[in-house]
């Protein structure tokens, strides 16, 4: 399908982007500074690291990188339009959100935040219903993260449990830079002198993007931006591995639950 083979082909020219290479470089600073404190904790608590901090940050670049391959995928082909989205908000919002909690680090909640303030105080202007699609489609690639990497950075602990007395178990956390490819609508005055333009499907896109009124004829054309994923969890009835499986399972339900109300 030639929308699908576009997608991919246009994957590893996000970096040629020095914008996008500045926001993924901060958020990838960022993302070494959580698996750092990780390994700080670790130390700390057990004389020496059971997660390095480099190994762990490059475990999140590659996955990363097929995370936001698998996003992209989902956001083209479903046809999410981020024009009016306020993309823009989300990433600054994530990163102040960081501060509190690495759980905070994930879209949904900057969108969540976005979203309510429009509704309620009309401002920003942004699309829910593009932010719903775009949160729903980064937590389906984050479920496939999780369920290949959600174990791999598991801290062994010692809590009370409901009965008062010592378990253990174990603190799974996960954070991944994530590029991705999105839809943007743009209006050409003249589209007979654009060239590479892909005859669309009848059914596309499944997901209808208000149209702004204007001069010329409406394109979609594919950019790069910048996200980041993070994954936060314990286990300790349960194995790393099947509590990362079982996350992984539920993430993935809720976010086809949340497309389908996009």
């Known amino acids: 399908m030639k929308l699908l083979r576009s997608v991919v082909t246009s994957y590893p020219g996000i970096f040629l982007n020095p914008v996008v290479d500045v926001l993924y470089l901060v958020v990838l600073g960022l993302v070494a500074a959580q698996y750092s404190r990780v390994q700080a904790m670790e ?11 480099f190994t762990q940050t490059l ?20 046809g999410v339009t981020v024009s009016d989205a306020g993309v823009s908000y989300l990433l600054p919002i994530s990163l102040f959100l ?21 509704l309620v105080f009309g401002w920003p202007r942004v699309n829910v219903q593009a932010i719903m699609a775009l949160v729903a489609c980064l937590h389906a690639a984050e479920s496939f993260l999780i ?17 008062g007395r010592t378990v253990g178990g174990f603190l799974l ?6 590029p991705l490819i999105v839809l943007f609508m743009i209006r050409v005055p003249d589209i007979s002198r654009m060239t590479g333009l892909i005859q669309l499907p009848d059914w596309w896109p499944l997901i209808k993007a208000p149209l702004t009124p204007g001069p010329g004829t409406p394109v979609f054309q594919m ?10 969890d314990m286990a300790t009835s349960v194995t790393p591995r099947e509590k990362a499986v079982e996350t992984s399972r539920n993430l993935f339900l809720f976010s086809v639950i949340l497309l389908g109300f996009s």
């Open 43 to 53: 130390e700390r608590f057990y004389g020496r690291p059971k997660n390095k901090a």
């Open 59 to 78: 475990w999140g670049i590659g996955l990363g990188l097929a995370g936001g391959l698998i996003a992209s995928v989902l956001l083209v082909m479903v």
């Open 98 to 118: 960081l501060l509190w909690s690495p759980r905070f680090l994930c879209f949904s909640y900057s969108g969540a935040l976005v979203s309510l303030s429009y």
């Open 147 to 163: 369920r290949w990497s959600g174990a791999g950075c598991a801290t062994p602990l010692y809590m009370p449990g409901k009965d």
């Open 173 to 178: 956390q996960r954070f991944w830079p994530v």
């Open 223 to 232: 950019m790069p931006i910048v996200a980041a994923l993070g994954y936060g």
